[in-house]
């Protein structure tokens, strides 16, 4: 509420308080009897306070806001993932070699985990074929690499891919075929949404980031 209706519902409640003492004078031949304790209007209880979210880290991905789509054709941000340790990819759903291996990668990343563990860490799929990865695109991808709810599968415009690429440090070109040729990168983010660790190449030693995976997921 702003201040303008703030004031003006206060002068309208004490202008019905008015008129109720009025309206309820004794004569004056008759004792004053002793004023009751009334309870406040209903319309002048002070507003609720609403306790604003914390906010983001310097170092957090989430502070890029953007929205993004994911298999499922709903929108969300990245900031929806805040508060568990987070494994994410780019890729594209066409992809004829190297995003399979990555998917795999995820998997045995996951797999390496203490059982109690796995179900905690969420793992983030961005795709950078921005016109053919639809909703439908990704649910199809996600159908045929047998993905679980453990997997969120995004897609996004041009501007907010290549500003999740920067910070990710991944590169991507397109080819003549409608390929792309991209690096293949792995990134574990912390609660906060803060890189802290990052794995480059396929088929790639995971154990340095199941081990901090890990650590994240204990806290």
């Not at 409640?13 to 309820?24: F, G, I, M, V, Y």
């Not at 004794?26 to 319309?43: K, N, Q, V």
């Not at 921005?130 to 969120?152: E, I, Q, S, V």
């Not at 690096?183 to 340095?208: C, K, M, R, W, Y």
Request: proline fraction near 5%.
């Amino acid at each position: 509420m702003n201040t303008l209706a703030h004031s003006l519902l206060l002068s309208a409640c004490a202008t019905l308080a008015a008129s109720a003492l009025s309206a309820a004078d004794p004569a004056p031949c008759c004792p004053a009897p002793a004023p009751a304790a009334a309870a406040p209007a209903a319309c002048c209880v002070p507003e609720k306070t609403h306790t604003a979210a914390r906010p983001t880290t310097e170092k957090s991905l989430y502070q890029l806001d953007r929205t993004w789509t994911n298999d499922a054709g709903k929108a969300v941000t990245l900031a929806s993932l805040r508060g568990r340790p987070v494994a994410i990819a780019m890729f594209f759903a066409q992809c004829e070699y190297a995003c399979p291996v990555i998917v795999n990668d995820l998997k045995r990343l996951r797999a390496s985990l203490p059982e109690a563990q796995r179900a905690g860490l969420q793992i983030v799929l961005v795709s950078f074929d921005t016109a053919r990865d639809t909703p439908a695109a990704l649910r199809a991808f996600r159908a045929r690499m047998d993905l679980d709810a453990g997997w969120t599968l995004l897609r996004g415009e041009s501007d907010a891919v290549q500003d999740l690429a920067m910070l990710l440090g991944v590169k991507f070109k397109a080819d003549a075929r409608g390929q792309f040729a991209h690096s293949n990168i792995i990134t574990v983010l912390n609660a906060e949404g803060e890189i802290v660790h990052q794995v480059a190449g396929l088929n790639a030693d995971l154990s340095e980031a199941a081990l901090r995976t890990s650590q994240l997921a204990a806290k």
